[in-house]
């Protein structure tokens, strides 16, 4: 149980353009969900966090206009990398808790989209 | 706030041998510690977790780890390593802040199994 699909998993587009990467729980009902950035060799840096019906909470130094957050169902979360330049290209995993689960529970992780700009 | 620090960027080791990646953490308050482990080009896996009460937690794959709270770490161990645990380890810790569960992430630590 407790799965998370993450879509697409690469992703190439070209400088300027859009795009949307999806978030969805599969067998249960996500009320918070956190996207994450992983540069090469390093560690996971949360971008945001996103609960059900309000607005994400962007952490500092990201910029909410060009990475929007929705998380308008219990299952789905989406991420939209707007007008996207070659410094976006990274690995981008999100990740959810379940509305039952309590502060001690962990994290169910999607597999991650690898986002390529050109 | 938390923090999170794993000494090892880098641990090598011979496969059939025994490994520990190391884990400390800081905090002000009580603590939830979770390991996890992420395979090439892929998300994060669960390993295992520390909520309470015995503090040597027994994950999947064979791993362990046990929690020390006069020297705030949590250790990770597997007595005899395969070539297909080569991948990256992350510790984390979480509190209760605000209402909110925000999860802090060690730097991760590369787990290099050789034949």
């Known amino acids: 149980g407790a799965v998370v699909s993450q879509h697409p998993s690469r992703v190439i587009c070209k400088s300027g353009t859009s795009v949307k990467i999806e978030c969805r729980s599969l067998d249960f009902q996500a009320t918070t969900m956190f996207w994450y950035r992983q540069f090469p060799k390093q560690s996971l840096m949360l971008m945001a966090t996103s609960n059900e019906g309000s607005k994400a909470t962007y952490e500092q130094g990201v910029e909410k206009d060009k990475f929007l957050i929705n998380h308008a169902s219990l299952t789905l979360s989406t991420l939209t990398v707007t007008s996207a330049h070659p410094e976006d290209s990274s690995f981008y995993i999100c990740?959810?808790?379940?509305?039952?689960?309590?502060?001690?529970?962990?994290?169910?992780f999607g597999n991650g989209t690898r986002l390529t700009v050109t | 706030a938390q923090s999170v620090t794993q000494l090892d960027s880098q641990v090598p080791v011979f496969e059939e041998a025994p490994v520990e990646l190391r884990c400390n953490y800081s905090?002000?308050?009580?603590?939830?510690l979770f390991w996890y482990v992420q395979y090439p080009n892929q998300g994060l896996q669960l390993l295992l977790k520390?909520?309470?009460?015995?503090?040597l937690v027994k994950g999947i794959n064979g791993f362990e780890a046990e929690f020390n709270k006069s020297q705030t770490s949590f250790h990770l161990r597997k007595p005899s390593v395969h070539i297909s645990d080569t991948a990256e380890y992350f510790c984390a810790v979480s509190v209760a802040s605000g209402g909110s569960y925000i999860p802090t992430f060690g730097r991760g630590t590369s787990l290099i199994v050789h034949p």
């Open positions: 905090s002000s308050v009580s603590v939830y």
């Open positions: 990740s959810a808790r379940g509305g039952s689960s309590g502060y001690n529970s962990p994290l169910h």
């Open positions: 520390y909520l309470s009460g015995s503090t």
